[in-house]
């Protein structure tokens, strides 16, 4: 089965950085867009940051200027650079995939990762 894998969580102080990436499964055929959400307790999934497979990113306003999200398609691997991280960016984030497969095509999510961000 396809699967993402993602690392880098954890707890950073207020000001400071972290890098989260997300491994897909490489019996794939292609990948489309990749993205990372994120989702704090009592509030619904939000979008952080989209990145096609041309190289165009999104981002949610919250973040723009602090987040940088990119893909390395031969590692089938997407990133999230966090910089000056906030109380406000304590969450779960999740990355996600759209992905052809055996499967057809499907989006895929990891399994989270806990970023927290002390005061």
């Known amino acids: 089965q396809v699967q993402l894998v993602e690392s880098g969580g954890g707890l950073v102080q207020a000001g400071g950085s972290l890098r989260l990436s997300c491994v897909a499964s490489?019996?794939?055929?292609?990948?489309?867009?990749m993205g990372w959400y994120r989702q704090a307790p009592g509030k619904q999934r939000e979008l952080v940051a989209t990145?096609?497979?041309?190289?165009?990113?999104n981002y949610a306003d919250s973040v723009k200027g602090r987040f940088i999200i990119s893909r390395d398609n031969g590692r089938n691997t997407v990133y999230l650079q966090m910089n000056s991280l906030k109380p406000e960016d304590t969450a779960v984030y999740y990355c996600?995939?759209?992905?052809?497969?055996?499967?057809?095509?499907?989006?895929?999510w990891g399994q989270g990762t806990q970023v927290t961000v002390s005061s």
């Open positions: 490489e019996n794939i055929f292609s990948i489309n867009d």
């Open positions: 990145i096609t497979s041309g190289g165009s990113t």
């Open positions: 996600n995939a759209d992905v052809w497969s055996a499967y057809g095509r499907r989006e895929y």
